[in-house]
């Protein structure tokens, strides 16, 4: 992949796969098919320090010398976000022996710590993650969500991204969600990107340092899908706020019909076909906005998929460019399609 040479093709790489020498094809395909890298869990919180104090570099720096070694470039994932704390940081809040004060130095301490321990080696950093509740969320109204406005109010994002740039003034900064792909009813009151579009617009007319908008697209064949030109809209918008944009973990599930064999063509052929279709719809839409500087699977083999383990009931799959196997599918070659033609 990666054949328009000013569009970076990324993968999320899953450590443990990449190692395994039982799964030699993981990590060959990683080095071979992609030209930039995000660490699917290694530079999270609960990864990097799980004892207070104590840093776990290993595998976060092992996966940066792999990426120098392939000439790819690396997304930070993830500075600020309120999954995959690590525990001594959620219970210190939760029985009071942190407070509101040191919460915020805990913060600051964090993301001044990481952001130079890797300084000039990424990229683009997914500094505020999720930060934005969806239409469906309680309550009903679009808010701020989840444990750090929770305990510090809304103006962490500000705050840590003026901490980020601090701590390297080259990596581009990112705030990074999902179910931003495009603008939906005009109805601010239930329109996730237009939430989004009005903090970031926010924040930079403000002078805090963003400089980028991450878009995951978490896709399902089974949702109403996009299009083109409404992708590439919302993209635009963004861009023209002076933001680039990213396509940061995309994927595009299935339903599985109870019963039905993962090599069932007859059945699964709609769905791969669908799925391709999705994969094209973001990655044309980002060909489109010049922008838009890479585009990230986040993962690229059904054997090494999040989405199996997440949503179980009704159990969904086939969410990546490659089955279980290391066949390319119906997506990959779309995709491929699509760079060569751009
Ligand atoms: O590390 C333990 C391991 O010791 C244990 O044996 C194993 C047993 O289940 O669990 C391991 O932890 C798992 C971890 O991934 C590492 O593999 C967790 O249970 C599992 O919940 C965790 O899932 C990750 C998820 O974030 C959790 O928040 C997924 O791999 C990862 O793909 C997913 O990524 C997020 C992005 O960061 C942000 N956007 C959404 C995306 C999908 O949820």
New binding site residues.
């Given amino acids: 992949l990666g054949m328009r040479h000013d569009l970076y093709i990324g993968t999320?790489v899953?450590m443990?796969a990449l190692n395994d020498p039982a799964d030699p094809q993981y990590r060959q395909l990683v080095g071979s098919q992609f030209s930039s890298v995000t660490a699917?869990?290694v530079m999270?919180w609960e990864s990097l320090e799980p004892t207070r104090g104590t840093y776990n570099w290993g595998p976060a720096d092992q996966l940066i010398a792999y990426a120098k070694q392939n000439n790819q470039r690396v997304r930070g994932?993830?500075l600020v976000?309120h999954?995959?704390l690590p525990g001594w940081l959620t219970t210190g809040v939760a029985d009071g022996s942190i407070d509101t004060a040191e919460l915020r130095d805990i913060l600051r301490n964090h993301i001044t710590t990481v952001v130079k321990h890797f300084k000039g080696k990424i990229w683009q950093w997914d500094v505020v993650?999720?930060a934005v509740s969806d239409p469906w969320d309680n309550p009903p109204a679009l808010h701020y969500k989840g444990f750090w406005a929770q305990h510090l109010g809304p103006g962490y994002v500000a705050d840590a991204f003026r901490w980020a740039r601090a701590a390297d003034p080259n990596a581009l900064l990112f705030y990074n969600d999902?179910n931003i792909e495009a603008f939906g009813s005009g109805n601010p009151a239930d329109d996730k990107t237009q939430f989004v579009y009005d903090m970031v617009k926010r924040l930079r007319a403000t002078g805090v340092p963003i400089d980028g908008v991450g878009s995951?697209g978490?896709l399902g064949t089974q949702y109403g899908n996009y299009d083109t030109l409404q992708v590439a809209d919302a993209l635009e918008r963004f861009g023209d706020l002076g933001l680039a944009t990213a396509f940061t973990?995309v994927d595009v599930r299935s339903q599985m019909t109870p019963g039905v064999q993962a090599g069932d063509s007859n059945e699964i052929n709609p769905r791969l076909q669908a799925s391709a279709a999705n994969y094209s719809v973001l990655l044309q839409a980002c060909l489109l906005s010049r922008h838009c500087l890479s585009f990230t699977v986040?993962?690229f083999t059904d054997r090494h998929s999040?989405i199996p383990?997440?949503f179980d009931n009704p159990p969904e799959g086939l969410a990546t460019l490659y089955d279980e196997n290391y066949q390319p599918k119906r997506a990959y070659q779309t995709v491929k399609a699509d760079l060569i033609f751009a």
Avoid: I, L, T
């Fill in positions: 999320a899953d443990a699917e869990n999270k994932h993830v976000w999954n995959q993650n999720e999902y995951q978490h973990e986040w993962g999040w383990g997440w």
